[in-house]
């Protein structure tokens, strides 16, 4: 069977004719398959949805407990036979819960990667090679200027700072599925001991995050209570990005606004925002990550998706792999 | 190499001049000998290395990766140093990898041949990381950019060992990279560097404003009055057949201002004024800027706006250093000196007769020529101090211009100001009756209250337009619209802004929420201010 009749774009998202389901969908459909939490992949609404136990939980949070008619929790590496094709969903390191779906039918193997990471995250599970015949991968920073460095590199960045200016407040902008809490985590493994304080936003993920025991220590509200600004004085604020230019954030005193994106890479992405402190952490693959997956799952044929498709469809083709765009509607090609 | 990339990334991106110190204290307080040195070399400009162009750095990175790629990147990054240490292929990730130090690239740098320089280069770049990359980059190709002077500097050094500036001022230009003698002094393990060298720098002194209610207490015949000249301070010093010439930092621009330079066949110290033109026929300050920030000085540039000092002060003469003689016998010292000096580049400053206090108002107020900003006030029996003393020096400027503009964009702050649209672009009315449009005029930050900041920044939330990063765009027209009272110092054409002006030390000094942005001045009402 040709690859592009086991699964290709509509309207809604990517859809498998054999199957019957999407991947991801755009619009509400009869059945979805879900790679990950972010908003712009899980959406409310469909009839039924399969995805990953903890995707399943962060989607009951943020949509309540009925987005969907029926739900069923996909176990890591098991088996599930739609229609007669056969899906799997597998670690994708990307955020908690976060899976690619293999997608199997006559002997054409496609993996699905949703968004996915390769450096270590000690919240989540680490991503798995799944090896296939065409491998869909996602592009945010398909780009060879994007290069993470080690991410205890810039949370050491953020604490050195945090000890040189200890009369102001640090307020780290992160994405509040994912982001917010990897930042809690590795402040955490750097030995930062002092209460955490976040905004509303976060709270909810935050606290799933450690129900399923991922430890971020102590979390405590960023609000004033009685006290005024020079609470604040020497604390790190965890935030979505777009709190920082709210009236929220002036209850802090002097802030050091910081943004943890893969995006802090580029010097004048971090003038615009007007951050102060780029940190670059990102849940995306970098250039190098995206490159060694590809030669890493062996797939003979390459689809690109969401973000930078024509540099990495370059690199293919000097690779001597077939890699065309594929062009989904609807995903944010911002995120991170 | 690593710690002064990083110092860089963070001095780029952080805007309070106190945060600027703190980083460049510590960075000097962490960081050994010579290295610190050397990258305070690197950012008071003071670091002889090869310059390397650019189009040498895209060879290089031809040969590394492939031109479709690096176009990508390049198209998306838009600078190139920024570009090549981002996809600067790094050979292979040897986990025994040691990172250079700042030293030791400035040393291979410094050695490189002119054949060999590239592969120098290269090879440096391939032991780098990133951000040591740029670092490196940026070094090669001269001009850090990172928003640091020379100046903001040596007030972290002078932080950073408890001294005053002045001090450093003074004996900087004695000093060479990586100024190891100069740590050692600031960290209180050696006696102060000695000043060996000829032509140095004496710290200026300066002059307070005149505040509300001071000239009352002021006897008038304590104190002599002099134009403020609206130059450019500089200081001139020939000393042993050395001879340079400061600005009021105790930066060295003779290599900007040769033609004045070279005019110098004098020995001693004068404080004055830089101006244009010659003393007989002052240059307006649009002049002036014909020959400001500029690197090298065209034959024509010399010739059309040739540079001539008017002197305001006499600091030394031969070995007599004249700054503890009282202003009346330093005046007259002087008076007899620039008769000897080459009378096209220098003149002297000439005092202002006056009775008491409001005759001296009624002068100030009508300058004889448009490049004087208002009178200067002596006391007769002030000694030359460094810094800016109370009491023996006030300059009275002229009031300021004020025109009415009308609110169009508001940027967020940093800091302290990070929650709040406090930059603002404003405009005036342009056009046809009928057919008026808003034409940006300027910007200004500061004026107001923080009271007031937070009205405007209400007015800027709930009246947003349009977005673009930390930019509103904000509704005004004929109907709707903030006006604000604008005070600025004075306007110079410009070719760079749509309205053709380009306003000096503009803020805003009054809110009109009364005024109807219809009624907003017009940019004829700006236009008439440059031809006077």
């Known amino acids: 069977m040709r690859a592009s009749d086991l699964l290709h774009p509509r309207p809604e998202g990517l859809y498998c004719p054999p199957g019957d389901f999407f991947i991801d969908p755009v619009r509400p459909v009869e059945r979805a398959l879900i790679t990950h939490g972010h908003s712009d992949h899980a959406r409310a609404g469909h009839r039924s949805v399969l995805a990953t136990r903890e995707t399943l939980a962060i989607m009951a949070l943020r949509y309540g407990e009925g987005f969907a008619e029926t739900t069923q929790a996909a176990k890591p590496g098991e088996r599930v036979r739609l229609n007669g094709v056969e899906v799997s969903f597998h670690p994708a390191g990307h955020v908690l819960g976060s899976a690619q779906i293999r997608v199997e039918h006559q002997a054409t193997r496609i993996v699905a990667s949703g968004d996915y990471k390769r450096q270590p995250d000690a919240t989540c599970a680490p991503f798995e090679v799944v090896p296939c015949d065409v491998f869909i991968t996602e592009a945010t920073f398909g780009l060879p200027v994007f290069r993470h460095p080690p991410d205890h590199h810039e949370i050491g960045l953020l604490l050195k700072s945090v000890a040189q200016f200890p009369e102001r407040s640090h307020l780290v902008g992160a994405y509040a599925l994912g982001k917010a809490q990897r930042v809690m985590s590795l402040l955490r493994q750097a030995g930062y001991d002092k209460p955490i304080h976040i905004h509303g936003a976060l709270a909810k993920i935050s606290e799933y995050y450690q129900a399923t025991g991922i430890d971020l220590g102590e979390l405590l509200p960023a609000t004033v209570e009685g006290g005024g600004k020079a609470d604040f004085a020497g604390a790190v604020v965890i935030g979505p990005p777009a709190a920082f230019s709210d009236r929220w954030a002036r209850r802090f005193p002097d802030p050091v606004s910081c943004f943890a994106s893969g995006w802090m890479r580029i010097r004048q992405r971090a003038k615009q925002r007007g951050v102060e402190l780029p940190l670059i952490i990102s849940d995306h693959s970098d250039w190098d990550e995206l490159t060694a997956t590809i030669r890493d799952t062996g797939a003979s044929e390459v689809w690109v998706t969401h973000g930078r498709e024509e540099a990495l469809v370059r690199w293919c083709e000097l690779e001597g792999i077939a890699a065309r765009p594929l062009h989904l509607v609807g995903y944010e090609d911002e995120g991170d | ?532």
């Open chain 2, 1 to 532: 190499m690593n710690r002064f990339a990083e110092l860089l990334d963070r001095l780029v991106l952080t805007p309070s001049r106190n945060g600027k110190l703190t980083l460049l204290t510590d960075y000097f307080r962490a960081v050994e000998d010579p290295d610190r040195g050397l990258a305070l070399a690197a950012i008071t400009g003071n670091l002889d290395i090869a310059a390397v162009k650019p189009a040498m750095l895209r060879t290089l990175v031809a040969e590394r990766m492939d031109p479709v790629l690096f176009g990508y990147s390049y198209d998306y990054v838009g600078d190139l140093a920024e570009t090549v240490s981002l996809v600067w292929p790094a050979p292979s990730e040897r986990q025994d990898r040691v990172p250079p130090t700042l030293a030791g690239v400035v040393r291979q740098l410094q050695a490189a041949s002119r054949s060999d320089g590239p592969k120098v280069l290269a090879r440096l770049l391939d032991e780098a990381d990133v951000s040591a990359r740029f670092a490196i980059i940026k070094l090669v190709t001269g001009g850090l950019r990172i928003g640091v002077s020379a100046r903001l500097a040596k007030q972290a050094l002078a932080d950073l060992g408890k001294v005053d500036v002045a001090e450093i001022e003074e004996l900087w230009h004695g000093l060479t990279p990586p100024y190891a003698d100069l740590f050692a002094w600031l960290e209180g393990r050696a006696a102060k560097p000695e000043k060996s060298a000829r032509a140095l720098f004496r710290p200026v002194m300066l002059a307070n404003a005149v505040g509300d209610g001071d000239l009352e207490k002021l006897d008038p015949a304590d104190y002599a009055a002099e134009w403020k000249w609206d130059g450019i301070r500089v200081q001139a010093v020939r000393e042993g057949g050395v001879h340079r010439l400061y600005s009021r930092t105790g930066d060295d621009v003779s290599g900007a201002f040769p033609d004045l330079a070279e005019a110098m066949d004098f020995s001693g110290a004068i404080d004055g004024e830089l101006l244009v033109g010659t003393p007989s026929a002052t240059g307006s300050f649009s002049d002036l800027q014909q020959r400001l920030n500029r690197k090298t000085v065209s034959p024509k540039m010399l010739r059309d706006y040739p540079a001539f000092m008017r002197c305001y002060d006499l600091l030394q003469i031969e070995d007599e250093d004249l700054r503890g003689l009282p202003f009346h016998e330093r005046r007259q010292r002087l008076e007899a000196f620039v008769k000897t000096l080459d009378p096209t580049r220098f003149d002297l400053s000439p005092l202002v007769a006056f009775g008491g206090w409001p005759e001296l108002e009624t002068v100030r107020a009508a300058p004889p020529h448009p490049i004087i900003e208002g009178v200067m006030l002596k006391r007769w029996d002030s000694p030359y101090l460094a810094g800016r003393p109370k009491g023996p020096w006030f300059k009275w400027k002229r009031d300021p211009h004020t025109v009415d503009a009308v609110l169009m964009y508001a940027q967020r702050g940093h800091g302290k100001r990070s929650s709040f649209y406090s930059d603002y672009t404003f405009g005036v009315w342009s056009g046809a009756e009928g057919a008026e449009e808003l034409v940006p005029v300027g910007k200004a930050y500061f004026g107001f209250t923080d009271e007031e900041l937070r009205q405007i920044d209400k007015y800027v939330r709930d009246n947003t337009i349009e977005r673009f990063g930390p930019v509103r765009s904000v509704r005004a027209d004929r109907n709707n619209g903030l006006v604000l009272e604008v005070a600025f110092e004075g306007l110079n054409r410009s070719t760079r802004h749509k309205s053709g002006v380009a306003m000096r030390f503009p803020r805003i000094s009054r809110l009109r929420w009364d005024k109807p942005a219809a009624e907003a001045d017009r940019i004829e009402t700006l236009r008439a201010l440059l031809d006077t």
